[in-house]
């Protein structure tokens, strides 16, 4: 089944503690992005991926890092977590490229963080 | 990405059909409707993009305008579990950059 999976699903932290919200899907997209949701504000770009070792900044880049050393993952990393990033997290991924595809952007369930 | 105008709210009955409409009279001519759903906190699901015809999936039907100003996604049988937030989108296709969400409709189907 075509899928984005993420991990953990639930997460509460405390301020600082690093942590690592991990991202996989097995559509062999080249495409990858994080999104982050809040009430009122809808969904935000964090960062995005158009292939393995190209990554960029989104809309709201600060505090976080990502990878992406394989198609299939794009894990996002939060380094000094604090509270302001308490939120609901969406992966997701397409096969949007410069040789064409759909657009279509599947999404990964969900992780909700909190950070004391 | 051209600006969406979607009704904050509708409802509809169960069994009949959901006819949800936007407005994007700012769209230009390489830019593509999308539309998309979000059951409370799940990720967004996508379900149905167009250009300038009519389209159908298994899923819905799209339906623009012939100045392609306004658009109108409709679901044929709509049951308890369409009832969702749906989000029209209008961007250039593969872009390859985010997408971006505004408000949607919060459709409520009712037994």
């Known amino acids: 089944e075509a899928q984005v999976t993420q991990n953990p699903r639930y997460l509460i932290t405390v301020t600082g503690k690093k942590l690592t919200v991990t991202c996989s899907q097995n559509?062999?997209?080249?495409?990858m992005s994080w999104y982050r949701q809040d009430p009122g504000l809808g969904l935000r770009q964090i960062y995005y991926?158009?292939?393995?070792?190209?990554?960029d900044k989104g809309d709201v880049p600060e505090g976080y890092k990502v990878s992406r050393k394989e198609k299939r993952n794009f894990p996002l990393i939060l380094e000094s977590p604090s509270p302001n990033q308490t939120s609901l997290y969406f992966c997701?991924?397409?096969?949007?490229?410069?040789?064409?595809?759909?657009?279509?952007?599947?999404f990964g369930p969900g992780t909700r963080l909190t950070v004391l | 990405d051209a600006k969406t105008t979607q009704p904050p709210s509708m409802d509809c009955a169960e069994g009949r059909a959901a006819n949800l409409p936007c407005n994007h009279s700012t769209i230009s001519g390489n830019e593509y409707v999308y539309w998309y759903r979000q059951i409370h906190s799940q990720g967004p699901q996508y379900i149905i993009h167009?250009?300038?015809n009519n389209e159908t999936n298994e899923m819905a039907s799209l339906i623009i305008t012939e100045d392609r100003k306004s658009s109108t996604l409709i679901l044929p049988h709509a049951t308890l579990r369409d009832t969702a937030v749906y989000y029209c989108i209008v961007r250039v296709f593969n872009a390859g950059n985010m997408l971006t969400f505004g408000g949607g409709t919060r459709l409520m189907v009712k037994p």
């Open positions: 997701a991924s397409s096969d949007a490229s410069w040789r064409g595809g759909t657009d279509t952007q599947y």
């Open positions: 167009g250009l300038k």
């Open positions: 559509m062999n997209h080249e495409y």
């Open positions: 991926s158009m292939n393995v070792e190209v990554t």
